[in-house]
């Protein structure tokens, strides 16, 4: 009989009638639990202790905790982030991002410090009033020009223009008149003809433009003598 499990019979007379489970009011003699079979001295050993129970795999200061427990210790995320990104130096990383040197981005609810560099043209106009001998249009800060000319001017070529900014310059001639206006080599026109102004005294005239490329700026066929 060693190494069985005892099944508890149901006796009627001398036949057995059926088969039953063990209940907590019977008993079994302690001849049926041989060296072969399962001992009180083994149950205790295979019981669970509190302290295996709250070890993982075997790693002790990594145990989970149990439901409605609080979880201690680091949580080490690895390198398989989103690009690589350990969440650890997440703050590090969002304080270090700049657009330019030295202009940090700020997290929400702080101030963002620097200067703001404009990709597309402004709608600023430049009103000049005294234009003479060599001249730079400064694209970045405005978008329109209006030259009163007080002398000969060459328009001398630019490096701030934006490819796609358009506008216009407006050229008043002075109480004198017949100032002319020459190009730099950015400057181009229809058929390469440069321009011909109204040479009266106080004439405005109107010239549209459009930056097509680098050092591309395409002059409009001036619209002469408003008035």
């Given at each position: 009989?060693?190494?069985?499990?005892?099944?508890?019979?149901?006796?009627?007379?001398?036949d057995v009638t059926?088969?039953?489970?063990?209940?907590?009011?019977?008993?079994?003699?302690?001849?049926?639990?041989?060296?072969?079979?399962?001992?009180?001295?083994?149950?205790?050993?295979?019981?669970?202790?509190?302290?295996?129970?709250?070890?993982?795999?075997?790693?002790?200061?990594?145990?989970?905790?149990?439901?409605?427990?609080?979880?201690?210790?680091?949580?080490?995320?690895?390198?398989?982030?989103?690009?690589?990104?350990?969440?650890?130096?997440?703050?590090?990383?969002?304080?270090?991002?700049?657009?330019?040197?030295?202009?940090?981005?700020?997290?929400?609810?702080g101030t963002m410090?620097?200067?703001?560099?404009?990709?597309?043209?402004?709608?600023?106009?430049?009103?000049?009033?005294?234009?003479?001998?060599?001249?730079?249009?400064?694209?970045?800060?405005?978008?329109?020009?209006?030259?009163?000319?007080?002398?000969?001017?060459?328009?001398?070529?630019?490096?701030?223009?934006?490819?796609?900014?358009?506008?216009?310059?407006?050229?008043?001639?002075?109480?004198?008149?017949?100032?002319?206006?020459?190009?730099?080599?950015?400057?181009?026109?229809?058929?390469?003809?440069?321009?011909?102004?109204?040479?009266?005294?106080?004439?405005?005239?109107?010239?549209?433009?459009?930056?097509?490329?680098?050092?591309?700026?395409?002059?409009?066929?001036?619209?002469?003598?408003?008035?």
């Amino acid at each position: 009989m060693a190494a069985r499990i005892p099944v508890k019979a149901i006796y009627s007379g001398s036949d057995v009638t059926s088969l039953g489970e063990f209940t907590s009011s019977d008993t079994i003699a302690g001849s049926y639990l041989t060296d072969g079979s399962v001992t009180a001295a083994k149950l205790a050993a295979d019981t669970a202790t509190q302290a295996e129970l709250d070890v993982v795999s075997g790693v002790a200061n990594a145990a989970l905790p149990k439901a409605g427990g609080t979880m201690t210790g680091n949580l080490v995320m690895g390198t398989n982030l989103v690009d690589g990104i350990d969440i650890s130096a997440r703050d590090a990383i969002l304080t270090s991002t700049t657009t330019t040197a030295g202009a940090a981005l700020p997290k929400a609810g702080g101030t963002m410090t620097g200067t703001l560099v404009a990709t597309t043209a402004t709608t600023a106009t430049d009103t000049d009033t005294s234009n003479t001998g060599s001249i730079t249009l400064n694209f970045t800060t405005n978008q329109n020009f209006v030259l009163t000319l007080t002398g000969n001017v060459t328009l001398a070529n630019p490096s701030t223009e934006q490819v796609g900014q358009s506008g216009f310059i407006a050229f008043i001639q002075d109480g004198t008149g017949s100032r002319t206006v020459s190009l730099g080599t950015d400057y181009e026109t229809a058929g390469a003809a440069g321009l011909t102004l109204t040479a009266t005294a106080s004439a405005t005239d109107l010239v549209p433009y459009l930056v097509v490329a680098s050092s591309r700026i395409l002059l409009g066929t001036p619209q002469l003598a408003f008035a």
